[in-house]
């Protein structure tokens, strides 16, 4: 067991110098001391409760989901049903049900053949999203299911989270915390954001982008009343730079293009009249929707319709084939500039309100690390000197190792980009106990040894052996807990969860392997007659 090849020496020296070097960028960051730009600069990301920043609580309405699926059913089948040259009557949207009534019986099992595609299983529950009925031998009643709904709402949340993870990277924030809570609930966490105006206006901003005709037969008068022709919807405009808002229009409410075929949007200027605008490009599918739509529709006006609100209705005076288009509005530099992250980053497919914001001043945050430090440094001081004090050369040793445990668990949070939070100060200071709990039981199994009158390489083989089974017992029921912890924990439990799993590593680690490799090294080239410990 003291048998140390030099291979062996070489890795363990290894591990541990890589995790130090991994360690370095941040120990000089705090100390003021600028890291050399061409070397790799991994770094511990401190956490909102120690650089400050905003915690948003967004929360969704599942709702919005229902009504979407409903439309976007209804949709799909009138075109399954165009395409087949099946002839019905309206397709009727009631009490969260879609019906329609088939002109020829006859056709019901080809009506039902052509729809059953359109349905899919609902995750693992053996059920389909959506229930087809038919009723008075010729009526189709299509339900959505709740394991569907169910299943809609967890994908339009999964959706919405990663929509949101996009947005608040392209604004240059570091290390946002982004997860969901509960079935309708996103929190969002960004370190060292001290003003959330801007994010708050960002993530409010569903940016659900359509391109849909307008209904010129539809009269005004009509309109204002609440009254459209069927398959027809009312959108208001949104105010224009002065506040003032246009007339209601009428849109078709089936056949548009919606935004979500865009690879690109940029904010800039018209060059026409030097107004702020949005630039949008489309995929090669959206590029020929909106080539079809405008090539058939040339004279005839159409809505570009943000969020439920006209941005503007300009006529179509020629096929647009490009693939490109302009969008203008009341936009300020700011206004198109966040709009066209929104594009770029997708709609979000359901409304999310902020229903709960906290900010964290910075000071507090330096107040917490400034204490926090003092603690670690007084502690881990007086452990050294106890340590030393009372096991004498293998006390240095264990304090040696204690200083490289401490090194490594910052060098292994940096390099898989761990955010240090105050529980997680926490768990740095408790897992120093740790390591020092392994040095205690070695040394005492080792005193112990000597006792019973074992020489001393005897006593320290068998000190390490015996005091390396306990250690690893101990350690394991840590290891446990803390992966509980980080399972079903979040924010900072998660985070004191983590350095507390890192940390029990390297303590092991330097505790264990590397002080034994020390003192294996000191006993064959000293050869003691005896050793005072």
């Keep these: 067991m003291l048998d140390f090849p030099r291979w062996k020496q070489l890795l363990y020296w290894l591990i541990a110098a890589v995790a130090i070097a991994a360690a370095l960028p941040s120990l000089t960051s705090v100390a003021g001391v600028a890291w050399p730009s061409f070397l790799p600069a991994p770094r511990v990301n401190l956490g909102l409760d120690l650089a400050g920043g905003s915690d948003l609580l967004l929360e969704a309405n599942p709702d919005q989901v229902g009504v979407q699926r409903l439309e976007g059913m209804e949709e799909s089948v009138r075109t399954k049903l165009k395409l087949g040259a099946i002839r019905t009557g309206d397709i009727s949207n009631q009490n969260g049900s879609l019906s329609f009534m088939v002109d020829d019986p006859r056709q019901v099992d080809a009506v039902r053949d052509a729809i059953l595609p359109l349905t899919n299983g609902a995750g693992s529950t053996g059920k389909r999203d959506w229930d087809i009925n038919v009723v008075d031998t010729s009526r189709f009643v299509l339900t959505p299911t709740k394991e569907g709904i169910d299943q809609a709402i967890a994908n339009a949340m999964d959706t919405a989270t990663e929509v949101v993870r996009k947005r608040i990277d392209s604004l240059g924030t570091r290390e946002p915390t982004i997860i969901r809570q509960g079935a309708n609930r996103i929190v969002v966490q960004v370190p060292g954001l001290k003003d959330p105006t801007a994010l708050k206006a960002l993530l409010g901003q569903t940016a659900k982008l359509e391109f849909k005709l307008v209904d010129a037969a539809a009269l005004p008068s009509d309109i204002a009343q609440g009254i459209t022709p069927p398959g027809d919807e009312i959108v208001p405009f949104a105010p224009n730079a002065s506040g003032a808002v246009a007339p209601a229009i009428a849109v078709k409410r089936l056949g548009g293009i919606k935004g979500d075929q865009l690879t690109n949007a940029q904010g800039g200027f018209d060059s026409r009249n030097g107004e702020p605008d949005v630039s949008i490009t489309f995929n090669s599918e959206g590029g020929a929707k909106f080539a079809k739509l405008t090539s058939e529709n040339v004279n005839h006006p159409f809505a570009i319709i943000l969020d439920g609100k006209v941005l503007s209705a300009p006529n179509i005076n020629e096929p647009i084939l490009g693939g490109t288009a302009q969008i203008s509005g009341s936009f300020s530099a700011d206004s198109a500039s966040r709009l066209a992250i929104s594009l770029r980053s997708g709609a979000l497919p359901v409304d999310l309100k902020v229903v709960e914001e906290r900010t964290v001043g910075p000071d507090l945050g330096a107040d917490s690390i400034h204490k926090g430090v003092i603690a670690m440094i007084v502690g881990t001081t007086l452990v050294l000197v106890l340590i030393a004090f009372s096991y004498g050369r293998f006390g240095l040793y264990a304090d040696a190792a204690l200083i490289i445990n401490v090194l490594m668990i910052l060098g292994v949070m940096a390099i898989i980009n761990t955010t240090l939070t105050l529980p997680g100060i926490a768990g740095f200071v408790l897992t120093i106990g740790a390591a020092v709990d392994a040095n205690v039981l070695i040394n005492e199994r080792i005193r112990e040894e000597r006792r019973r009158g074992r020489k001393p390489f005897q006593a320290v083989e068998i000190g390490y052996t ?68």
């Design 466 to 533: 015996e005091a390396s089974r306990t250690i690893f017992d101990a350690n394991i029921t840590h290891i446990i807990a803390a992966t509980l912890m980080f399972a079903f924990g979040s924010g900072p439990i998660k985070g004191f969860a983590v350095v507390l799993m890192i940390g029990i590593i390297t303590s092991v680690f330097t505790a264990v392997y590397i002080t034994r490799m020390w003192v294996a090294l000191w006993l064959r080239k000293a050869r003691p007659a005896t050793i005072n410990i």
